[in-house]
């Protein structure tokens, strides 16, 4: 069992930057950022691997979003900057526990963080 605990959400204008940040009870083999938003399917947004650091992005955030991992504190960050209204969504972090393929697919991942909202909007 892995509990995933988020935070960092906030409201902010284009351009600006915000670091979500996700904490992890347990061992994992990667943790993904998801993000859903209004009316639009959940997208994975980026990936980090806990057994080489290995990293993937989304095409739409490569180049703004910057994901790493602090083993000491088991936690996960994203680190978004350059942010603009189309990054609006619920963000979730999602554990992947049996480490089959990477970068894990929704399916993948049996343990989701609660979500917290992003709102980039001037």
């Known amino acids: 069992q892995v509990q995933l605990v988020e935070s960092g959400g906030g409201l902010v204008q284009p351009g600006d930057s915000l670091r979500l940040s996700c904490a992890a009870s347990?061992?994992?083999?990667?943790i993904g950022w998801f993000r859903q938003a209004p009316g639009k399917e959940r997208e994975g947004v980026s990936y980090?691997?806990?057994?080489?650091?290995?990293?993937y992005y989304a095409d739409s955030v490569t180049g703004r979003f910057t994901i790493s991992r602090d083993n000491t504190k088991n936690t996960v960050y994203l680190q978004m900057d350059s942010l603009k209204p189309e990054d609006t969504a619920v963000y979730y972090c999602a554990a992947d526990v049996r480490g089959r393929i990477f970068p894990p697919t929704e399916e993948e991942c049996d343990y989701w963080g609660q979500g917290t909202q992003v709102t980039v909007s001037s």
């Open positions: 980090i691997s806990s057994y080489d650091s290995g990293t």
């Open positions: 347990g061992f994992t083999y990667a």
